[in-house]
């Protein structure tokens, strides 16, 4: 069955440092693969979506990779800011979205 | 960017009752919804697919009896948790497909989530 693993749990790094969170899937072979943001309590907020024949997007602060031979997906803050503490889930596919159990990130002063 | 709201935000109900919860889209018109669940610490399921005008899709496992989806219109769904019990409590979210939103392909616009307690 399909299968989606996004790093740690939690994350926690200093303000200023970039935080990288991953995203490996099995059993899968989407042709999109997005980035959303979930605060407690709230629906997850749309960040990114990347193609599966691109290998990067940027957007402001937020860069994601996407190594379809890998089956990963590599999700960049920089500068990070205590504001960006938030979960962060990745999910596969366009229109029926299969979502991963979300890395909690924690940006410390 | 696109909004979707959902009402309630919060319900609390007894176990045997039913609860309506409606999620629409505010400023563009979707002709698909999408209903998630979410327990604590877990992932966003998908439970069924809202198309306006049809049935719903269900995916496997998921009582269509019991989770009833109507997609009256082209900006609201509801959906109905019929004879409701403790085991369905849970955070229910749902999405608008923004295709023709004119913002973008291929995203999809989340509700706020309706936190279901019952009793």
């Known amino acids: 069955s399909q299968k989606i693993e996004q790093n740690s749990e939690a994350l926690n790094i200093q303000e200023g440092k970039t935080a990288t969170l991953t995203c490996n899937y099995t059993n899968y072979s989407p042709a999109y693969l997005q980035w959303y943001r979930q605060d407690p309590g709230r629906g997850p907020v749309f960040l990114l979506l990347i193609r599966e024949n691109e290998k990067e997007k940027r957007k402001e602060r937020l860069k994601v990779t996407f190594d379809t031979t890998l089956k990963q997906s590599l999700f960049h803050i920089t500068a990070s800011q205590p504001a960006d503490s938030a979960t962060y889930l990745c999910a596969l596919g366009a229109d029926k979205l299969i979502f991963g159990t979300g890395t909690r990130l924690q940006v410390f002063p | ?119």
């Not at chain 2, 269900?58 to 082209?74: M, P, R, T």
């Not at chain 2, 392909?105 to 019952?118: A, H």
């Open chain 2, 1 to 119: 960017g696109a909004v979707v709201s959902q009402h309630p935000s919060r319900v609390i109900c007894k176990s045997g009752t039913s609860v309506k919860i409606e999620c629409r889209s505010l400023d563009f018109q979707a002709t698909t919804m999408f209903w998630y669940r979410q327990f604590p610490k877990q992932s966003l399921m998908l439970m069924a697919t809202s198309n306006e005008g049809s049935k719903a899709t269900y995916e496997q496992g998921v009582e269509k009896d019991k989770f009833l989806i109507n997609h009256a219109s082209l900006t609201l769904s509801t959906l109905t948790v019929t004879s409701a019990h403790p085991e369905d409590s849970s955070f229910y979210i749902c999405s608008a497909d923004g295709t023709s939103s004119g913002r973008g392909p291929d995203t999809q616009y989340f509700g706020p989530g309706t936190r279901l307690t019952v009793l």
